[in-house]
């Protein structure tokens, strides 16, 4: 070693030539035991995430594609005597029922008139509705509707949530046509991502109507507001009322939450008042 | 051929042990002298004098690792004909591992009087209480003066966790040069 200007990196460098034959031998030989080259391994790592990433979605269309909305061709059946019972109802239009169901709006005995209504206060962009008679509001994605709509058809009974393109809901007595509007039959619910369902306290709950709000968000931040109010006169339709509330209350009685694969049971729920 | 027989033939100076030597450990041989020489004849005569050395030394040598025999030999012959003072004749590489060893000293002028036996003896001791995957890498980057992307792929690892490894194993080696005490 030179020995000239004191210890530097090359001497201390020079000097790691004193290391033990040992040390040496060891760094020569020893392999791990597993030994994959990198570039393997990050090839593996990225096949196995794009395999992920496949079957992730292959489950989420499956799931999607699998959720029936059971209770969709019973709500429909039953509308008359939802109407007559709670005077609230909720439809959830498949693509089917698109066409059809533009035709019923422009082609309504009537010219629709705002859906601005005491039931429909924060609805942004309130679509024109039919002032016809109930029946015919309805149109062909009503409970009434032809053979394109969802009225018992299979396709109805497992309408897939992703299918969706439209909800329809009533609110109030039936008779009103103010009561029943399109909470927006364009595509925009297609992409509807989240439903909040509350309930409105009510202090004389036998003499008023207790009213559900029902909130839905959609991809593009819209978020449109409804109320679903049930007929709360004591006698019919009293005892499906309660239970919707005592739904509301297991859920704390503050805002639920349901992803929209969970229509699924807001639409149980509300197949259940019409029931 | 393994290494016993070609120690035999050495023991028994009989020339085709430099030839079964150059066969079996050319390659790596030359691969370590270049790393510290920069051009390659230069290694390659390096190499012929590590074939030299090893006829010379066997017997009455007779190692244990033939190669990491050859490799010592070698590995001194390359530092003497390095140049450090002219860093145009040195490596990019080299120049790189330099600097990096020069970060583990606390004292140069205290360490260069500390002998090369002693200082050997402290680089040992620090070898040996190092954990054996600190002390790989270690031996790999300023023994063997691997780069570090051979190590990575030698080892298995990313190329981060090798860098990390080395840059811990020197702040240790600096402080245990640091705690060294020097004779007076």
Known sequence: ?275 | MEDQEIIALYFAREERAIAATGEKYGAPLTRLASRLLRLREDAEECVNDTYLGAWNAIPPTRPQKLFVFLARICRNLACDRLDFRNAKKRSAEVVALTDEMAACLPDPNALDALGDEALGAVLNDFLEKLPKESRLIFMRRYWFLDPVKDIAARYGMGESRVKTSLFRTRKKLLERLAKEEIPL
Do not use: H
Request: proline letters at 6%.
């Open chain 1, 1 to 275: 070693m030179k020995k000239e200007n004191g210890m530097n990196g090359e001497k201390l460098l020079v000097a790691m030539g004193l290391a033990d034959e040992r040390f040496v031998a060891e760094a020569e030989e020893e392999r791990p035991a597993r030994v994959v080259p990198m570039p393997a391994l990050r090839w593996a790592a990225a096949l196995a995430a794009c395999f992920t990433v496949l079957v992730v979605w292959a489950v989420a269309v499956q799931c999607g594609k699998g959720a029936p909305l059971e209770g969709g061709a019973s709500i429909n059946s039953s509308a008359e005597t939802a109407r007559a019972k709670t005077g609230g109802a909720l439809w959830l239009e498949g693509k089917e029922n698109a066409d059809a169901a533009e035709e019923a709006v422009t082609g309504g005995e009537e010219e629709g008139e705002a859906m601005e209504s005491g039931a429909a206060e924060t609805a942004e962009e309130p679509e024109p509705m039919p002032t016809a008679a109930p029946d015919s509001a309805f149109g062909a994605t009503g409970p009434d509707a032809g053979d394109g709509g969802l009225n018992g058809t299979p396709a109805a009974a497992l309408l897939p949530a992703q299918d969706v393109e439209g909800l329809r809901t009533q609110s109030g007595p039936a008779t009103e046509p103010w009561s029943e509007y399109d909470a927006e039959t364009a595509k925009t619910a297609a992409k509807l991502v989240g439903i909040m369902l509350s309930g409105e306290a009510v202090e004389e709950p036998e003499s008023a109507a207790a009213p559900i709000t029902l909130e839905f968000t959609f991809a593009d931040g819209t978020v449109r507001t409804f109320r679903l109010v049930t007929d709360q006169t004591p006698g019919e339709g009293a005892g499906e009322a309660v239970d919707m509330r005592a739904f509301l209350e297991d859920s704390g009685g503050t805002w639920r939450e349901a992803a929209f694969a969970d229509a699924l049971e807001l639409e149980l729920l509300l197949g259940y008042v019409v029931e």
